[in-house]
């Protein structure tokens, strides 16, 4: 199976992995920001303690060290953390590695750390956080996934399931969601339709 998912959603605690592992998920990213090491550390295994027994693949979010600590098999790193990671030590615990990227010198210092998947946005305006850069728009997704060639491409910011298929049909290999799905009505429905989605996709 291709990862990550098509469909790789990105929450921030356990109960929330815990639910995506029951309506069938296959890739979970655990974003929680501002952590001490040590609290990193025991959320990074609450959260494989949930996923180890499935098929869900867990993405550790730029705590490097607690993932090495605690076996995990997946990090992802934003520009910032990548510039402070030990690579050799993240590849010889076994960890696949995805990198944020949102401007050609991103990009090129991604691929200098030979990543298994690269990640562009944001695709679209979004209020999840303050962003520096602009709205990356799909015409950057066909250039980008030109220039990463058979490296997976993940796309995100501001995508719905409404504008997944553009994005698809623009070249993304992947679509990271948070808000979509974290802020929807009915969550579990809309992981559904997602699932749904990107299994005809």
Avoid: C
């Amino acid at each position: 199976m291709s990862y990550p998912d098509r469909f790789y959603p990105i929450v921030d605690t356990p109960g929330w992995v815990r639910r995506l592992v029951g309506l069938g998920v296959g890739t979970v990213q655990l974003r929680a920001k501002d952590l001490d090491a040590e609290a990193a550390e025991a959320l990074v295994r609450d959260a494989l303690a949930i996923t180890r027994a499935t098929s869900t693949r867990l993405v550790v979010n730029d705590y490097w060290r607690a993932a090495i600590a605690t076996g995990a098999e997946h990090l992802h790193l934003g520009q910032e953390d990548l510039a402070d990671a030990d690579l050799p030590a993240i590849r010889a615990a076994g960890l696949t590695l995805g990198i944020s990227t949102h401007d050609e010198a991103e990009l090129e210092t991604a691929l200098a750390a030979r990543p298994d998947y690269i990640a562009l946005g944001p695709i679209y305006f979004t209020t999840l956080k303050s962003m520096r850069f602009d709205p990356q728009g799909l015409d950057r997704i066909g250039v980008w996934k030109r220039r990463v060639g058979t490296i997976r491409l993940v796309a995100i910011g501001g995508i719905t399931l409404e504008r997944a298929p553009g994005v698809f049909a623009a070249g993304a290999d992947s679509i990271a969601v948070v808000s979509d799905v974290t802020g929807a009505t009915d969550p579990d429905a809309r992981v559904r339709h997602w699932l749904a989605l990107t299994a005809t996709a």
